[in-house]
């Protein structure tokens, strides 16, 4: 969050506002779900019998292999996300050569007219909803004389993560019998909730209010 602050806004204290507010919507689902399916037994299966087997037969011989096994694979890991936000980025640019994120922009004019935002925040959003890191660059290059509204959608699209790091998550949970469901409920709850801390801790502590 500091980072995001410090790089894009040129400020820590919105780092400071953003890691915060972010806390407070983790606890917040935290606390929503513990009531997730409290009187239902979930039964989940994992397939732990060969790293039982290895764990159990590691030696000083056996010591190398496993840990270039884990270098490996962290090395898969770090190249496979790599690869989601390549991937994502190749998306944007077509859609936005395709001329649909100018539609979604269209689509959303009178919104933005609205509240007295540009149209262009929609498509901004829309890029953040596919790929979180290309949507808080737009979001923070948006020259609003309000630029509280930019820091509240920044603290919701870190909250909802965005279609790539959903799919991300899913090539991970989908090789045991997690469900995806409670994961993407509990990410668009989180950017809510951070949104909505960051709008009240704005409005309320004219510390953080950025406003010009």
Known sequence: MEL??????????????????????????GFLFRFWKKNKEEKISYNTSKSENKLQNITVSSLGEVLGESISSAISTILMIGGFVVLFSVI???????????????????????FGLPSKISSSIFTGILEITNGINLIAGIKLKHISVNIIITAFLLGIGGISILLQVLSIVSKSDLSIKPYIIGKILHGTFAAVYTFLIIQFFPMFNFNL
């Open 92 to 114: 944007i640019s077509i859609l936005n050569a395709s001329g649909i994120t100018n539609l979604v922009s269209l689509m959303f004019e009178p919104i933005c007219n609205f």
């Open 4 to 29: 995001v602050g410090i790089s894009l806004f040129g400020s820590s204290l919105i780092g400071f506002l953003l890691f915060f507010t972010h806390i407070l919507g983790c606890l917040t689902v």
